[in-house]
């Protein structure tokens, strides 16, 4: 069926045998091995809209790519379609009016280099691989996330292909209920083929690694909470309970070493850099140092090389609110039992310019979480898939007490059923089921952390 499909295409098309066909079906989680009936490659909202009518037609599964880092892989559907945007490329920075317009297809990485030029930088993740296309629509974390919000809360619109085939610009305006929706529902209501943002100022930081050995972990989670609660929107910091890589530029006294940390992004005045990190660094004092001057760009890559694409992937998350005595206990527990040298956990904040947002003003609606935590097992080695994933779930049973309302970040989520996503859109849950039944009423696009259609509401 899918040769013949192939040739009803618009777009370039890869089926099994093709040449090319294992290398389009890799995404970056190595455990992930789906064998999709087609993949299309599509260059424009044209073609897209065409692979949407195909599929409908021809009654096939369909999923949505853009950078393939999905943990989950998403990205792919066995026997079915992938709507393939990892080859469109396109970026334009208007630098006057601090906006960019951005293609699906770009990385984190291609987007750094672009606004950099220009002394700008869009808030998002911290991992240059990861797509543009996923991380927005899932909400967006990072560096700047303190100073600037969310990756959606610089979204200012969105070209849209919808599950009839039409093609649609969503922004506060037009199609204001689709905007709302994609700001944090993911790929539930259909396939954005344009992104519009607003940028940030943002050029040199200071900014890197700081750790402290395990032994002190309770103190520096304790420090690190009240550092950060007081601290200007400027200065943003991940904790993180790691092992300490075995190579350049780490020491060779620290290699495989199990320590905290927290990876800093100061993003004020440079002149006063100094002066705001001098009381961090009298606490310990810390073991490693490496925080210092730095573009942007260099922060959001740093680890780009500890992790490649093709590793063992399984994580899971939790909205933690605050640190109480138990679950730093809990955190130091599992902390010492890190099973490989990849594997760690990040509690990544959700404060300063999240917490200006009310949780119905978009769709993700966790805002009053002071963090979301992911416990991430990788291994490069396929062998010990189980050994990582075991641990992170044990780890992540262990901190359910801990956790805000049974739900996760969904772009830090693994297939984990309906209650979790429901969990993940709390009171915004309903509303992202009527739209979803308005604009994709048959679940057509239901390869993600699925909303269900829901009450159907007038057109309009
Ligand atoms: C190494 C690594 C680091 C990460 N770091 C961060 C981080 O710092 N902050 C953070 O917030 N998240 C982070 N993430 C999580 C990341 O946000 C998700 O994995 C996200 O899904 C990646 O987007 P993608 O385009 O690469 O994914 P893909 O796997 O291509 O897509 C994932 C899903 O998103 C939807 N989707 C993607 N593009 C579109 C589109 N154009 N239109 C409609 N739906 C679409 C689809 O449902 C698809 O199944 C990281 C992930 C990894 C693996």
């Not at 075995?246 to 800093?264: A, I, Q, T």
């Not at 605050?322 to 679950?327: H, K, L």
């Not at 262990?398 to 993940?424: C, Q, T």
Request: with cysteine.
């Amino acid at each position: 069926m899918f040769k013949e499909i192939k040739n009803k295409l618009k777009a370039e098309t890869i089926v099994a045998g093709d040449e090319g066909y294992d290398e389009a079906r890799t995404i970056y989680n190595g455990m992930i091995d789906k064998r999709p009936g087609v993949i299309v490659a599509c260059k424009s909202a044209e073609e897209v809209a065409d692979a949407v009518r195909v599929a409908r037609e021809h009654r096939i599964e369909v999923s949505i790519r853009s950078g393939g880092h999905n943990g989950a892989g998403l990205a792919l559907v066995d026997d079915g379609l992938v709507i393939d945007l990892s080859g469109m490329k396109g970026i334009r920075i208007d630098p006057r009016k601090r906006e960019a317009i951005i293609e699906p297809g770009n990385t984190l990485a291609d987007v750094d280099a672009a606004t950099h030029k220009h002394g700008l930088a869009l808030p998002s993740g911290i991992i240059g691989t990861t797509g543009i296309g996923g991380i927005t629509l899932g909400g967006g974390l990072g560096y700047l996330s303190r100073k600037g919000g969310l990756t959606i809360d610089n979204l200012l619109e969105c070209e849209v292909v919808l599950a009839s085939g039409e093609v649609v610009t969503a922004n506060k305006d037009e199609h204001a209920d689709l905007f709302w929706a994609l700001r944090g529902g993911g790929g539930n209501f259909g396939v954005v083929t344009r992104f519009t943002f607003k940028l940030i100022p943002v050029s040199t930081v200071y900014a890197g690694p700081m750790f402290w050995p395990l032994g002190k972990a309770a103190e520096a989670m304790e420090f690190y909470d009240e550092v950060t609660r007081e601290a200007p929107n400027d200065l943003y910091g991940f904790f993180a309970f790691l092992i300490v890589p075995p190579g350049d530029p780490f020491p060779e006294h620290l290699h495989n070493e199990k320590v905290c940390g927290v990876v800093w992004c100061y993003t004020g005045d440079l002149a006063e850099a100094e002066s705001v990190f001098a009381p961090i660094r009298k606490f310990g004092p810390p073991i490693l140092d490496f925080v210092g001057e730095m573009p942007m760009p260099a922060i959001n890559s740093m680890f780009d090389a500890l992790y490649p694409p093709g590793m063992q992937w399984y994580w899971r998350a939790h909205y933690i609110r605050e640190f109480t005595q138990d679950f730093i206990r809990t955190n130091i527990e599992f902390g010492k039992t890190i099973p490989t040298v990849h594997s760690t956990t990040h509690l990544y904040p959700i404060d300063g310019k999240v917490h200006e947002v009310a949780n119905t003003e978009t769709a993700w609606s966790n805002r009053d979480a002071r963090w979301a935590q992911v416990i991430v097992g990788v291994d490069p080695d396929p062998a010990r898939a189980g050994v990582v994933t075991e641990w992170c779930k044990s780890y992540h049973e262990a901190l359910k007490p801990f956790a805000m309302n049974g739900g996760a970040y969904v772009n830090f989520m693994m297939e984990e059923g309906d209650d979790r996503i429901r969990n993940s859109y709390g009171p915004n849950y309903q509303r992202l089921q009527e739209i979803k039944a308005k604009y994709d009423p048959d679940n057509f696009f239901h390869v993600n952390q699925n909303i269900k259609p829901g009450k159907p509401v007038a057109s309009g």
